[in-house]
């Protein structure tokens, strides 16, 4: 392909690390429900990995598509729902799980667009968090790792749809 991925956070790191943020969670939200919502595709295999191993709460899933409006490959600040979610939020404690936050404009967004369904809370849990590119404020609850302004692929992650299998963090890099 030309192309190869340099691991960046390997599967270990990145298991040992969901395990802590789940435990987090299962003490935070223990004896309760808790509705995660996967932001497709991206965030799909990290809300597996952390939904299997969160204890003692009555979790439920949803799912949800978007997309930016705009070419490019950085958000435009308007988002659009490709998929909407099946169930309502009405008094849910209600959790985004997402890939990565970028820029922000997504997720500012879409939780004041959740928030408006009147959950009972709703709370932000990333696998990768990029601060330095924030141009939107996100309260973010739980991030895994925080990581330097480099494009990034696996554990969910695309680069033009490829390397999502991946079960570690890379940056993908071109052979000359
Ligand atoms: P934001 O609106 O800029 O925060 O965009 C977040 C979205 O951009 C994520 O859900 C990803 O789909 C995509 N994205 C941002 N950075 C990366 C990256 O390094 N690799 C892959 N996708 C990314
Ligand atoms: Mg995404």
Known sequence: MGQHVRVLIPEEEIEQKIKGIADQISEE???????LICILKGGAMFMMELAKRIKDVDISFDFMS???YGAGTTSSG???????????LEGKNVM??????DTGHTLNHLSK???DRKPKSISICTLLNKPSRR???VDVKY?????????????????DQHYRNLPFIGVVEFDD
């Open 113 to 115: 667009l959740l928030y």
């Open 66 to 68: 978007v997309s930016s």
């Open 143 to 159: 991030s895994c790792f925080e990581i330097p302004d480099e494009f990034v692929v696996g554990y969910g992650l695309d680069y």
């Open 78 to 88: 308007i988002v659009k729902i490709v998929k909407d979610l099946d169930e309502p």
């Open 29 to 35: 939200y223990k004896g309760q429900s808790l509705h």
């Open 96 to 101: 985004i799980v997402e890939d990565i936050i």
């Open 135 to 137: 141009e939107k404020e």
